[in-house]
């Protein structure tokens, strides 16, 4: 009796098996195995002593030689292979080799895509993950820092006072705290280049055109802004009714830029320009307290130091100057930008200065 209810428990279990079991194999092929894959024996009686936790009955197989895999385990039900247990271990030693998480932390994917290993020029390991060596450079500090555009026309009177309506509050509110005044700063510079770079390319998509160069160019000046942002954040410990502040003062210029910009890049791009200008004079202020020592000249962060090719003794002072020479190349560009769409042309037809600091 025993003996009849085990054959069928093992024959359901069979059949419930089957479509995995022979998944890779042809119709054909499994109905001429399904005879001979599986059976059931009736151990010996020396071996009805099983140890505990062992079954009386084992399943066995005949093994098929189709891609010398075999279909059915040799083990009793509810025991873990060794291949079970290895598996996980081997996968965990090969994601850290990849190595590069914090903490010994790895992330293994099953899609085979590894971090890859950069070094920098003297054979250290490059440690940021937001930029790479090849993305780096060294500000170009001879850049003209008393240009101005003078408005003439109608929108560029409505951009300058927009821009000059705008510090007023700004000034009340950080008043002397230039190192959290210019990462609010940061927070609202990066907004343009990324709404900008946006529209012109579901413009480029739309006409199926290219843009000269812009959309990169565009995208280029937010991920600068971006960084300028990273910088000042190991600085300047934001509290928390500032980042309140921040998503607030976000929300509603990334909403605005992009309506203005619908409706008049020349405005948009031109009101840019002059909020570069009062950014040029605000790291000029921030740069005078350094000077005076109101503001301690703390070394420069880290990244500072690898994103601008700074020397390793670099201060905050180093930093402010390379963000403010970014800051006179950002007000150019978008000066520039404006121009083109005065003279009723569209930027594809000037060529983009990529990669312009």
């Given amino acids: 009796m025993m003996s009849r209810g085990g054959a069928k428990a093992a ?35 020396a071996d009805l002593a099983s140890p505990p936790g062992m079954s009386g009955w084992i399943w066995t197989t005949r093994a098929p030689t189709i891609g010398g895999v075999r279909f059915a385990s040799t083990v009793t039900l509810g025991e873990k292979t060794p291949t079970q247990d290895a598996n996980p271990k081997k996968t965990e030693e090969e994601a850290s080799a990849g190595g590069g998480d914090k903490g010994g932390k790895v992330i293994a994917s099953y899609w085979g895509v590894e971090p890859s290993k950069i070094t920098k020029e003297d054979g250290t390991e490059w440690k940021w993950n937001c930029f790479r060596p090849w993305e780096t450079y060294k500000a170009d500090l001879t850049i003209d820092l008393s240009k101005h555009h003078v408005p003439t026309t109608f929108l560029d009177k409505l951009a300058y006072w927009t821009v000059k309506s705008l510090r007023l509050p700004t000034d009340l509110f950080f008043q002397r705290r230039y190192g959290c005044r210019a990462m609010m700063l940061e927070t609202v510079a990066a907004v ?20 000269g160069g812009w959309i990169k160019a565009l995208l280029e000046e937010a991920e600068n802004e971006r960084m300028h942002l990273m910088t000042f954040m190991e600085v300047a410990k934001p509290k928390w009714y500032e980042r309140a502040l921040v998503i607030t003062v976000q929300g509603v210029f990334f909403n605005a830029y ?4 619908v ?45 601008w090719r700074l020397p390793a003794d670099a201060t905050l002072r180093d ?39």
Avoid: W
Avoid at 20 to 34: G, K, P, Q, V, Y
Avoid at 338 to 357: F, N, T, V
């Fill in 192 to 211: 343009p280049g990324m709404v900008g770079g946006m529209l012109l390319h579901c413009k480029s998509l739309r006409r199926f055109e290219q843009s």
């Fill in 258 to 261: 992009f309506l203005g910009y």
């Fill in 319 to 357: 930093v402010v100057m390379v963000v403010r020479a970014d800051e006179a190349h950002h007000r150019d560009v978008n000066h520039f930008a404006s121009d083109i769409h005065y003279q009723g042309r569209e930027l594809k037809e000037a060529p983009a200065p990529i990669g312009y600091h």
């Fill in 11 to 45: 024959s359901s279990l069979l059949k419930a098996a089957r479509p995995r079991l022979f998944s890779t194999a042809t119709t054909s092929t499994i109905r001429s195995m399904s005879h001979e894959t599986s059976h059931l024996m009736r151990p010996a009686a």
């Fill in 263 to 307: 409706i008049s890049p020349k405005f948009a791009h031109r009101m840019v320009g002059y909020l570069e200008e009062e950014a040029i004079h605000s790291y000029t202020e921030f740069l005078k307290e350094l000077d005076k020592g109101n503001i301690e000249n703390v070394p420069a962060p880290a990244i500072a130091i690898d994103y």
